[in-house]
């Protein structure tokens, strides 16, 4: 038995002649099940994929389907014998079949393959060649089906440009300049393909059209797009010029400041560079939004879906570094998400919805703007989990988490957050996300009063970063051992205060150039406020300390710390409220601790209400960077304040 998905949906004996599979509802059913590759799908899914609005009879309808499809799939089974091909498991139904005997997994199989090694060829273009047509041809209207078509599409299109390289890269590849000319006359927008042309044209003796090519690609994305090529077309150009055969094999780079490239290239090589930190960091945002506003300008709105949700890079921290940058991100994913409208492709939605959630960070946004961030995470996971794509999922769970912090004392939710964007990563081969996972599960234990597991958590987190090529993990590990020897500085027999004020001073010169404004700004002086109050002293009032965005929080203990009581009382009646971000205990906690010096009640009262679900963690140990202590005893605090107690 054979089922091929590729074009029509039919299914082949090993004699070759066809199965009658009956009408279209039962070659969607079992092409849905071709899709889950031997997963169980449920009843309910399967009720909801076929049936915009299902009937009333629709359960009883799908078992029909599937008593039909056995029927026609094991005509020679004994009606007691149970089914082999199509099997009931628990509350669904799943296609056992080899993936050898599926024409979609036997493709994906063999591209996987061909990725690993050039040797594979051959049999991926006999698999490139068994396409007979858009995935699911039969199967236009249903959503999971369009989402299926988009996936394996990209994937069909991948396939064609590898195995054009290798054969490239083997001193073949002269008979492919039909098949890559008419490739690039339908796809213009992927950059690779225009200097795989020009290699097959220079590679049957057409040097003037291969040059030819370059300058069409680059005259296109000039006038379209308004970038210059990438690297890899102008070298090939440079090349091509100087009559040195165009280099084999090459890879995409970085090429420095102020070189302007494609769309899918800036992406691709800015999700690279994002974790470098300092410049590259910079760079990459920088270019990330270029090549959005680019691929907008073409009017091409699955390119342009594509382009902003390819920037998956995880994120660790609620305050944006570049909030404008930010804020243009999530405009021009809410305008392609309303473009598409609520029948485009899943996974492309998906995307959009993931990156509104992780580029919308809690601390810079309003009620109305927080509602709807974390409506996207809500509904990007909800589509990844559907959609059965770990590497999306782990990107929609990164939104998932920094839209976490909706009031205080959330760190254990968090931790669950991590530990299965740390299972995704592991089981699925994400290395970014398995560092995104360990420093997650790392600041929730830190929250937690965890020291030991989130050292674990540091260590795991510094050996990824070592292959991950992520320089920025030892900066922010480092400020946890700061923040650890801070806490362990209040102990018996402890590092004193000034080894932990040393330690935070080592961090913040470490992370001065990283590239992280969000981050930066304010920390130093607030991990100084911390160890101060750990130790009963009174804030730091070095006035060269840039106290950033916590000022507001941190101002009336500042003007405690001179006297200035009349001041300070002033300035506690301005706090407003803490934005829903790492550091909202934290700041409550100033508050609280303000309000009981300055004997103001209703303020200790209104502390303590938002310190109550806290009362379990640390203050500020939400960061994994710094730590004021247990809530639990400015909460004590501010509850005896607020009671009228001396």
């Keep these: 038995?054979?089922?091929?998905?590729?074009?029509?949906?039919?299914?082949?004996?090993?004699?070759?002649?066809?199965?009658?599979?009956?009408?279209?509802?039962?070659?969607?059913?079992?092409?849905?099940?071709?899709?889950?590759?031997?997963?169980?799908?449920?009843?309910?899914?399967?009720?909801?994929?076929?049936?915009?609005?299902?009937?009333?009879?629709?359960?009883?309808?799908?078992?029909?389907?599937?008593?039909?499809?056995?029927?026609?799939?094991?005509?020679?089974r004994p009606p007691r014998d149970a089914p082999r091909v199509l099997v009931t498991e628990g509350p669904g139904y799943a296609l056992r079949l080899p993936r050898e005997d599926v024409d979609v997994h036997r493709f994906q199989d063999t591209l996987a393959r061909a990725r690993r090694d050039p040797g594979a060829v051959t049999d991926l273009g006999a698999a490139l060649a068994a396409w007979r047509g858009p995935a699911y041809a039969d199967v236009p209207g249903s959503a999971w089906a369009r989402r299926e078509r988009t996936r394996l599409e990209e994937l069909r299109l991948?396939?064609?440009?590898?195995?054009?390289?290798?054969?490239?890269?083997?001193?073949?590849?002269?008979?492919?300049?039909?098949?890559?000319?008419?490739?690039?006359?339908?796809?213009?927008?992927?950059?690779?393909?225009?200097?795989?042309?020009?290699?097959?044209?220079?590679?049957?003796?057409?040097?003037?059209?291969?040059?030819?090519?370059?300058?069409?690609?680059?005259?296109?994305l000039v006038d379209q797009l308004g970038l210059d090529p990438g690297t890899d077309l102008q070298r090939?150009?440079?090349?091509?010029?100087?009559?040195?055969?165009?280099?084999?094999?090459?890879?995409?780079?970085?090429?420095?400041?102020?070189?302007?490239?494609?769309?899918?290239?800036?992406?691709?090589?800015?999700?690279?560079?994002?974790?470098?930190?300092?410049?590259?960091?910079?760079?990459?945002?920088?270019?990330?939004?270029?090549?959005?506003?680019?691929?907008?300008?073409?009017?091409?709105?699955?390119?342009?879906?594509?382009?902003?949700?390819?920037?998956?890079?995880?994120?660790?921290?609620?305050?944006?570094?570049?909030?404008?940058?930010?804020?243009?991100v999530v405009a021009a994913a809410e305008r392609t998400l309303t473009a598409l409208g609520p029948g485009g492709p899943a996974d492309l939605s998906?995307?959009?919805?993931?990156?509104?959630?992780?580029?919308?960070?809690?601390?810079?946004?309003?009620?109305?703007?927080?509602?709807?961030?974390?409506?996207?995470?809500?509904?990007?996971?909800?589509?990844?989990?559907?959609?059965?794509?770990?590497?999306?999922?782990?990107?929609?769970?990164?939104?998932?988490?920094?839209?976490?912090?909706s009031r205080p004392g959330l760190a254990a939710v968090r931790d669950v957050i991590g530990a299965e964007i740390l299972d995704l990563a592991t089981r699925h081969g994400l290395p970014d996300f398995a560092v995104l996972g360990r420093l997650v599960r790392l600041q929730s234990a830190s929250a937690l009063g965890d020291l030991d597991a989130a050292t674990s958590h540091?260590?795991?987190?510094?050996?990824?970063?070592?292959?991950?090529?992520?320089?920025?993990?030892?900066?922010?590990?480092?400020?946890?051992?700061?923040?650890a020897t801070a806490a362990r500085s209040t102990e018996p027999g402890g590092p004193t205060a000034a080894t932990a004020a040393?330690?935070?001073?080592?961090?913040?010169?470490?992370?001065?150039?990283?590239?992280?404004?969000?981050l930066h700004r304010g920390l130093f002086p607030l991990a100084l406020l911390g160890l101060r109050l750990l130790h009963d002293r009174p804030a730091p009032t070095d006035p060269r300390l840039d106290w950033g965005p916590y000022r507001p929080w941190a101002r009336p203990l500042l003007l405690l710390a001179q006297d200035r009581i009349e001041e300070a009382r002033t300035a506690l009646a301005a706090v407003p409220e803490p934005p829903r971000d790492h550091m909202q205990e934290a700041l409550w906690c100033l508050t609280a601790r303000a309000a009981v010096r300055l004997g103001e009640r209703g303020t200790a009262a209104?502390?303590?209400?938002?310190?109550?679900?806290?009362?379990?963690?640390?203050?500020?140990?939400?960061?994994?960077?710094?730590?004021?202590?247990?809530?639990?005893?400015?909460?004590?605090?501010?509850?005896?304040?607020?009671?009228?107690?001396?």
């Excluded at 006359?185 to 059209?209: K, N, S, T, V």
């Excluded at 109305?368 to 959609?387: C, F, H, K, N, V």
């Excluded at 502390?607 to 809530?631: C, D, F, I, K, N």
């Design 1 to 76: 038995m054979r089922i091929d998905v590729l074009g029509a949906v039919r299914a082949l004996r090993d004699d070759g002649s066809p199965v009658d599979l009956g009408g279209p509802r039962h070659r969607e059913v079992l092409a849905r099940l071709v899709a889950a590759e031997g997963r169980m799908v449920t009843t309910d899914t399967l009720v909801d994929d076929l049936w915009t609005d299902p009937p009333a009879r629709a359960l009883g309808a799908l078992r029909t389907f599937v008593a039909a499809l056995r029927r026609a799939l094991e005509p020679d």
């Design 158 to 220: 991948e396939g064609v440009e590898l195995r054009a390289r290798i054969l490239l890269d083997s001193g073949e590849g002269a008979d492919l300049v039909a098949a890559l000319g008419a490739h690039v006359a339908e796809h213009p927008w992927r950059e690779p393909a225009w200097g795989l042309l020009a290699r097959a044209l220079h590679r049957a003796g057409r040097q003037a059209d291969a040059l030819a090519t370059l300058r069409r690609a680059r005259a296109m």
């Design 236 to 328: 090939l150009e440079t090349d091509l010029l100087s009559g040195s055969a165009p280099p084999e094999g090459v890879r995409t780079a970085w090429a420095g400041p102020g070189v302007r490239l494609g769309p899918r290239t800036t992406v691709e090589l800015a999700r690279t560079l994002a974790l470098a930190g300092g410049d590259a960091l910079v760079h990459s945002r920088r270019d990330r939004l270029a090549a959005v506003q680019a691929a907008e300008r073409t009017g091409d709105l699955s390119l342009t879906a594509r382009i902003i949700g390819a920037y998956d890079v995880p994120a660790l921290w609620s305050r944006a570094d570049d909030p404008e940058q930010s804020r243009a």
């Design 350 to 405: 998906a995307r959009l919805l993931a990156t509104i959630a992780v580029e919308s960070r809690s601390a810079d946004l309003s009620g109305t703007e927080l509602e709807r961030a974390r409506q996207a995470a809500r509904q990007a996971e909800a589509l990844a989990r559907d959609l059965s794509d770990p590497a999306l999922l782990a990107f929609a769970l990164n939104g998932v988490f920094l839209q976490s912090f």
């Design 458 to 483: 540091a260590e795991a987190a510094e050996q990824l970063a070592a292959t991950a090529e992520a320089p920025l993990v030892p900066v922010l590990t480092g400020w946890f051992r700061a923040r």
């Design 502 to 518: 040393a330690r935070y001073r080592a961090a913040e010169d470490a992370l001065r150039t990283a590239g992280m404004p969000g």
């Design 606 to 646: 209104r502390a303590a209400a938002a310190l109550r679900e806290a009362r379990a963690e640390h203050a500020g140990a939400a960061s994994g960077m710094l730590t004021l202590g247990p809530v639990a005893r400015y909460l004590a605090e501010a509850e005896a304040c607020a009671a009228g107690a001396g």
